[in-house]
T-cell receptor, first 112, second 115 residues
Framework: RKEVEQDPGPFNVPEGATVAFNCTYS??????FFWYRQDCRKEPKLLMS???SGNEDGRFTAQLNRASQYISLLIRDSKLSDSATYLC?????????????FGKGTRLSVIA | DTGVSQNPRHKITKRGQNVTFRCDPI?????LYWYRQTLGQGPEFLTY????????KSRLLSDRFSAERPKGSFSTLEIQRTEQGDSAMYLC?????????????FGAGTRLSVL
């Protein structure tokens, strides 16, 4: 089983749609969880951290279910500029900045 | 620009040549990481440093890969006797030990093409 698994893409959605991405991770001792965004041929950039209580940042909502080892990202009112690859990322059990483990990413295309 | 800086941005080399990439982290960050990313995959961890100490290097892909961070500031990643399979994007990231949620910030990467 891969350490971090994501929905295969691509997701092609119209502007204004709501889209959800799912991710599972295998290391139950993982402590930190993130969604990164990566534009074509660019570096990954942090979109948001993911907390057990769930967190929201504008149109983006992230959820973590530790019992199921499941992470989700919801994007509401999709914009053309949301088109990118979304990477589910998990840190190790060591709380001290251990290397990140990335999923393969899910590609989103928002269409006018 | 106070972000993570990588040089060169692109490198084209012939099979069998050695290449070296440089990463300058965010100035106050004491941890520095190297990742490799191939098409259609997420970044894959290679090695990392805390200050000048290399804390993990078992994930380096082969003994042709090596990294240094001699003064705890910039780092170099060297690939000896390059092979076509080494063609990829090499990403550097940095973070502050004890910083908020272990967030790592990435440079723009060095894209390597081995002919």
């Amino acid at each position: 089983r891969k350490e971090v698994e994501q929905d295969p893409g691509p997701f092609n959605v119209p502007e204004g749609a709501t889209v959800a991405f799912n991710c599972t991770y295998s290391n139950s001792a993982s402590q930190s969880f993130f969604w990164y965004r990566q534009d074509c041929r660019k570096e990954p950039k942090l979109l948001m951290s993911v907390y057990s209580s769930g967190n929201e940042d504008g149109r983006f909502t992230a959820q973590l279910n530790r019992a199921s080892q499941y992470i989700s990202l919801l994007i509401r009112d999709s914009k053309l500029s949301d088109s990118a690859t979304y990477l589910c990322v998990v840190n190790g059990a060591d709380s001290g900045n251990t290397p990140l483990v990335f999923g393969k990413g899910t590609r989103l295309s928002v269409i006018a | 620009d106070t972000g993570v800086s990588q040089n060169p941005r692109h490198k084209i080399t012939k099979r069998g040549q050695n290449v070296t990439f440089r990463c300058d982290p965010i100035s106050e960050h004491n941890r520095l990481y190297w990742y490799r990313q191939t098409l259609g995959q997420g970044p894959e961890f290679l090695t990392y440093f805390q200050n000048e100490a290399q804390l993990e290097k078992s994930r380096l892909l082969s003994d042709r890969f090596s990294a240094e961070r001699p003064k705890g500031s910039f780092s170099t990643l060297e690939i000896q006797r390059t092979e076509q399979g080494d063609s990829a994007m090499y990403l550097c990231a940095s973070s502050l030990l004890g910083g908020a949620k272990n967030i790592q910030y990435f440079g723009a990467g060095t894209r390597l093409s081995v002919l």
